[in-house]
């Protein structure tokens, strides 16, 4: 044999032999062209964030062995611990190859850690997932964020109830939550959409969770209250609360005694639905129609078939991987950030057979839209009967201008 052919022979063996190593578990392999940063909460506080994670870095790899994805947390205690999380965000941008930086969700120092990371790298793209400072504060700063359509669904969750079978609305909060701007506003988009819909609407208080009764006082006292506010409104009656925590009480009741449950504040088929009828989720976890095929049969098995909803996707969940997309894109040259088209393309693909709405925030104060906040909702999933079209809904123009 020449030498030549030996040559050619031997680096077509060294080709395989190299390839071969690179698959090898846990050996890095051909860098990924850029990174895409992500920071959530851990799984004790945002789990359904944080699995949209874990599934962006099994789709793209994770950037220790040469992939896309860098995944930090910002700490459990993050009010008193406002400089960790943004140094977790800024040291994201340490990274020569960053180019998005995710935070989802976006809790208080995110507009600082942005700030910081704009000011020596203004190339990197950051996008904020469910922002909990004032939309003008993250605004100033982020590339795009994005939020509940709280507006929307003032209406939309009065007009499903309706859909379902209710005749009137209880709405359970306390002092603490009405105080919220966008808590309140969507209070009164609700009384407002009962009264044009024919339905009747009535406040009721529960005990705040985190004052001295504690989650479990609040919880025994929505197990006593329930049946009795059945029991006076009637069975066509549908129920709303504010608390997360709540959820599971009410439902449990609801399923026993009669009622109405279109969805949670953030609607999710691991809100209130596992405690409620003791559901195992922890073979499914992150398997999201997997979860709802779950929950819903456990649901009809406990009499809620017809009167009980959810969204099919966890919002926390979609928000990390339909960023994760609407970024890649982005760099990738095939979306634009502030593009309502684009980014519910991403949605889309994260969450497949789910609908989704998207429209721009508009300041209450000042009437000005911004396309760098978009908000969103999905469409509502009944147990029992299916998806009930809210996209398809057109929300009339004056409940935006509801105070």
């Given at each position: 044999?020449c030498?030549s052919k030996?040559?050619a022979?031997?680096?077509l063996?060294?080709?395989v032999f ?7 578990p ?5 860098a990924?062209?850029?990174?895409i940063g992500?920071?959530?909460?851990t ?12 599934f962006?870095?099994k789709?793209?790899g994770?950037?220790?062995k040469?992939?896309m994805?860098?995944?930090?947390t910002?700490?459990?205690n993050f009010?008193s611990?406002?400089?960790t999380?943004?140094a977790?965000i800024v040291g994201?941008a340490d ?5 998005v ?5 976006a ?10 990371v704009?000011?020596?790298r ?13 939309p003008n504060?993250?605004?100033?700063v982020a590339?795009?964020s994005?939020?509940e ?5 003032g209406?939309l ?5 309706k859909k ?5 609305f209880v ?9 919220y ?14 009264k044009?819909?024919g339905?009747?609407?009535v406040?009721?208080?529960?005990p705040d969770?985190?004052s001295?009764?504690g989650v ?6 929505m197990l006593?209250?329930?049946?009795a506010w059945?029991?006076?409104y009637g069975k ?6 504010t ?8 439902l449990?009741?609801?399923a026993?005694y009669g009622?109405y449950y279109v969805e949670a ?5 691991i809100?209130?639905?596992p405690?409620a009828?003791?559901i195992?989720l ?6 999201w ?10 649901v009809?098995?406990a009499?809620?078939?017809?009167r009980m909803g959810?969204?099919?996707y966890?919002h926390?969940?979609?928000?990390t991987?339909a960023?994760?997309y ?13 593009s ?8 889309a693909?994260s969450?497949p057979g789910?609908?989704w ?8 104060g000042?009437g000005?839209t911004t ?7 999905q469409?509502t ?6 998806y009930m ?7 009339p123009a ?6």
């Amino acid at each position: 044999m020449c030498i030549s052919k030996r040559l050619a022979g031997f680096a077509l063996c060294f080709a395989v032999f190299a390839m071969a190593v690179c698959l090898l578990p846990g050996v890095s392999y051909a860098a990924a062209p850029y990174h895409i940063g992500i920071m959530t909460g851990t799984v004790s506080q945002s789990e359904d964030e944080l699995r949209g994670a874990e599934f962006a870095m099994k789709k793209f790899g994770d950037v220790a062995k040469g992939g896309m994805i860098k995944h930090v947390t910002y700490p459990d205690n993050f009010m008193s611990e406002m400089e960790t999380t943004i140094a977790q965000i800024v040291g994201l941008a340490d990274d020569p190859l960053m180019k998005v930086i995710i935070v989802n969700q976006a809790i208080p120092g995110t507009t600082e850690g942005f700030r910081r990371v704009k000011a020596k790298r203004p190339d990197i793209l950051c996008l904020a997932g469910e922002p909990q400072e004032d939309p003008n504060v993250i605004n100033s700063v982020a590339d795009l964020s994005v939020i509940e359509d709280f507006i929307s669904r003032g209406y939309l969750i009065v007009h499903t109830a309706k859909k379902m079978g209710a005749t009137k609305f209880v709405h359970i909060s306390f002092p603490r939550h009405m105080s919220y701007e966008s808590i309140s506003r969507r209070a009164s988009i609700m009384e407002q959409a009962c009264k044009d819909l024919g339905m009747q609407y009535v406040f009721e208080t529960a005990p705040d969770p985190t004052s001295d009764v504690g989650v479990a006082g609040a919880q025994q006292f929505m197990l006593e209250k329930v049946p009795a506010w059945v029991k006076k409104y009637g069975k066509d009656t549908a129920f709303f609360t504010t608390n997360s925590s709540l959820h599971e009480p009410l439902l449990r009741q609801l399923a026993k005694y009669g009622g109405y449950y279109v969805e949670a504040t953030s609607a999710s088929p691991i809100v209130g639905y596992p405690g409620a009828f003791n559901i195992d989720l922890a073979k499914e976890a992150g398997d999201w129609p997997a979860i709802l095929k779950k929950v819903e049969k456990a649901v009809i098995k406990a009499g809620g078939k017809g009167r009980m909803g959810t969204w099919a996707y966890s919002h926390g969940y979609a928000n990390t991987l339909a960023l994760v997309y609407l970024g890649k894109d982005a760099v990738d040259g095939k979306a634009k950030i502030t593009s309502k088209k684009d980014l519910l393309e991403s949605y889309a693909h994260s969450t497949p057979g789910v609908k989704w709405s998207a429209n721009y925030y508009t300041d209450y104060g000042t009437g000005v839209t911004t396309k760098k906040m978009v908000l969103l909702y999905q469409d509502t999933y009944v147990f029992g009967r299916g998806y009930m079209g809210t996209p398809n809904v057109k929300v009339p123009a004056k409940y935006f201008k509801v105070k």
